[in-house]
């Protein structure tokens, strides 16, 4: 059985969907104004990981990642670039898609933008004021009362008292309590709006999901899930104002990613210290970037730098190598097997890749030592991850361009090295072969011929 480690409760646990069969699950997705960084791109691995098991598990998932396309820092970015932000979340939104694929992230069954659910959030806001639970203020904005929520904290593990007012939620006099959070911001000059009957304005961050989620997948789910950064006070004031409209368990099983680090710090843009993806996919194959993420648990920190991604280039490699002249097959994965059973019961075990990957080098050495059985089935427990799917000699080769050959220019040298052998010039034949291997790039000679690969 599936057990999840449940950040609300803090103790792994097992499984058990609302719907027999059926999982639907909510992930917090990006706010579009700038290209998405390596944080990102973990949260995008990190859910279609999960998403994937769970298909693979035999569950109908319904998967719904939201799109914030209006916000404070979308205006002043569209503002700075003297563009709308609606041209601007448009053209974030096409680059954030062009990064999910190059990464082999498949495409959530829903991906509602904010813009396009204003009128279930105002219905909620609705809801929350007659409850008592929030109120308009005299400047236009409109509150919730968390202390009228006596279980607020509880994802976040602290009281009331120990908790303060969180990023995006701003502290200001006409609050009745520094806690309290904004769920309708009054209009201001120059920025998208909407009529409501509190007056003219837009959505606060914290209420988009809390209104999605509830009209695409209901207002009790199965899970939850974001980066660790949205535990507070996201997360948490999405639990106070879906289960204080609705009077009901909001969702079952939350989860949490780690963060990625960089110098043990948090990579975050205010901090200055992220790189995009793009930037990190001009020096490392998209693959090999979906693997890095994956080597770690997802609740654990993700370390990045150079060197670990080059260790990640490596293992990978060794798993290719492993494939060489295997096929895809069009036949069931076997999951008798003693090495699919291990891969299962560490997936089971709250989604826990780094034992799941050690099943594959396992399989990987048994295909070395000329077990096709063992091949066929590392290409198919890959797939189940979302690896391993491209063909072995063209992944080894990508990436050698690097090394300042293209793959014409290698295919030349081995040519003239194979003339070179022919002539019974051998100090020429180890010339060549030294000069690419100095490149990175490993010649093997076989009975069909040369072929090569990356180092």
């Not at 803090?10 to 104004?33: A, Q, W």
């Not at 001009?282 to 993420?293: G, L, S």
């Not at 670990?308 to 290719?320: G, M, Q, S, V």
């Not at 994965?333 to 034992?355: C, G, I, R, Y």
């Amino acid at each position: 059985m599936l057990h999840i480690h449940n950040t609300l409760t803090r103790v792994k646990e097992e499984f058990v969907p609302l719907i027999p069969g059926k999982v639907r699950m909510y992930v917090c997705g990006m706010t579009v104004y700038d290209l998405c960084h390596l944080g990102h791109a973990r949260v995008f691995v990190v859910f279609d990981m999960v998403t994937r098991w769970l298909r693979a598990s035999g569950y109908v998932v319904e998967y719904v990642r939201n799109i914030t396309d209006v916000d404070d820092k979308i205006i002043k970015r569209a503002a700075e670039n003297n563009e709308t932000p609606a041209a601007l979340t448009e053209r974030f939104i096409n680059e954030m898609h062009q990064d999910e694929r190059a990464l082999g992230v498949l495409p959530p069954n829903h991906e509602p933008r904010a813009t396009a659910y204003v009128a279930q959030m105002l219905g909620l806001i609705g809801q929350l004021i007659d409850k008592g639970l929030a109120y308009p203020a005299p400047n236009g904005d409109v509150y919730y009362s968390v202390r009228g929520f006596p279980a607020y904290g509880r994802l976040s593990g602290k009281s009331l008292d120990e908790l303060r007012a969180g990023e995006r939620v701003e502290v200001d006099a006409s609050k009745r309590d520094p806690l309290d959070f904004v769920l309708w911001k009054a209009a201001k000059p120059g920025e998208p709006a909407w009529e409501s009957p509190w007056g003219s304005g837009r959505p606060g961050w914290h209420i988009e999901c809390s209104a999605m989620s509830a009209d695409l997948l209901g207002k009790h789910f199965d899970i939850h899930g974001g980066g660790q950064d949205l535990q507070f006070p996201h997360h948490e004031n999405e639990i106070a104002q879906s289960e204080g409209a609705h009077g009901c368990t909001f969702v079952n099983y939350w989860m949490h990613n780690g963060f990625v680090r960089v110098d043990n710090e948090k990579m975050s843009k205010s901090l200055g210290n992220f790189f995009t993806i793009r930037e990190v996919l001009q020096k490392y194959d998209a693959e090999v970037v979906r693997f890095f993420i994956l080597r770690a648990h997802y609740r654990s920190p993700l370390h990045y730098s150079d060197a670990h991604l080059d260790d990640a280039k490596n293992a990978l490699n060794r798993l290719y190598v492993a494939l060489k002249g295997v096929a895809p097959t069009a036949e069931p994965l076997d999951w008798m097997h003693p090495a699919a059973q291990s891969f299962k019961a560490a997936m089971d075990d709250d989604f826990n890749t780094p034992e799941a990957l050690a099943v594959l080098f396992e399989l990987a050495g048994s295909a070395n030592r000329g077990d096709n059985a063992a091949a066929l089935l590392l290409r198919k427990l890959g797939g189940v991850l979302g690896l391993l799917q491209r063909d072995a000699a063209d992944f080894l080769k990508s990436g050698a361009t690097a090394s300042g050959f293209s793959e014409a220019e290698i295919d030349a040298m081995i040519e003239a090295r194979r003339h070179a052998r022919i002539a019974k010039d051998f100090a020429e034949s180890d010339r060549i072969r030294q000069v690419l291997l100095a490149a990175g790039v490993v010649l093997e000679d076989a009975a069909g011929g040369t072929i090569w690969r990356r180092a």
